[in-house]
């Protein structure tokens, strides 16, 4: 059983452009998450997908945003890229919108320059 | 709302020794808790989870962490460290009433196991 994957896994791109990170959820998981991991802190909540429409979401730009596929995948586009988006992007999958279990993808790791 | 402060950004202990990382929370509604560990270039794993059962939580890899209402405190122990331990670990919190994928971290501790 694959659990969740992300692509790719290292992103390198210019200030002011546009990225998509993909990520397909664990095999039966409905609800998928996005997490920015900057340099040396913890996880910071991004949004939260399921049933294709965003249903929470945390303190970022209009610049993130998200779509949930029929299948359950995902995808995180960034657009007009600073310097400062520079991180890991976790996705997180779990069982339902109110499952206490998420797991976590081995992340997309993006460089802006 | 919910907040998680992890009390020592380092912890460095010899093989064998006792383990203790320590995690104080703030939520505004009961808790639901959780340890994560994060090894180089990968994605977090969970280690253990509280969520209102017992207040001893035993996980994977021999950690266990107990939840104390009282202190507002979900510290991590492993009796005898090895030297596969050395990772970064999370503390992260949720409200009881919101989905697992909408926690909050930690910024991390990061534990070095000396031979």
């Known amino acids: 059983d694959a659990g969740v994957t992300q692509s790719p896994t290292h992103l390198i791109k210019t200030r002011g452009q546009q990225v998509t990170l993909r990520c397909s959820p664990k095999?039966?998981?409905?609800?998928v998450s996005w997490y920015q991991q900057a340099l040396g802190q913890g996880p910071q909540f991004i949004f939260q997908?399921?049933?294709?429409?965003?249903?929470q979401r945390g303190n970022f730009p209009d610049r993130f945003s998200g779509h949930q596929f029929p299948n359950y995948s995902s995808e995180l586009n960034v657009n007009a890229l600073l310097l400062g988006d520079s991180a890991l992007y976790l996705c997180a999958s779990s069982p339902g919108p109110r499952n206490t279990e998420a797991f976590f993808g081995q992340g997309t790791r993006l460089t802006v320059v | 709302a919910q907040s998680v402060t992890q009390l020592g950004s380092h912890v460095s202990v010899s093989e064998g020794a006792l383990v203790l990382l320590r995690c104080n929370y703030s939520?505004?509604?009961?808790?639901?808790l959780f340890w994560y560990v994060q090894y180089p270039n990968q994605g977090l794993q969970l280690l253990l989870k509280y969520t209102s059962a017992a207040t001893l939580v035993k996980g994977i890899n021999g950690f266990e962490a107990e939840f104390k209402k009282s202190e507002t405190s979900f510290h991590l122990t492993k009796p005898s460290a090895h030297m596969s331990d050395a990772a970064e670990y999370f503390c992260a919190v949720k409200g009881s009433n919101t989905n697992a994928g909408k926690s909050t971290f930690g910024d991390g501790t990061t534990l070095t196991v000396k031979p």
């Open positions: 095999s039966g998981h409905d609800t």
């Open positions: 939520s505004s509604v009961p808790p639901y």
């Open positions: 997908y399921y049933e294709e429409e965003e249903r």
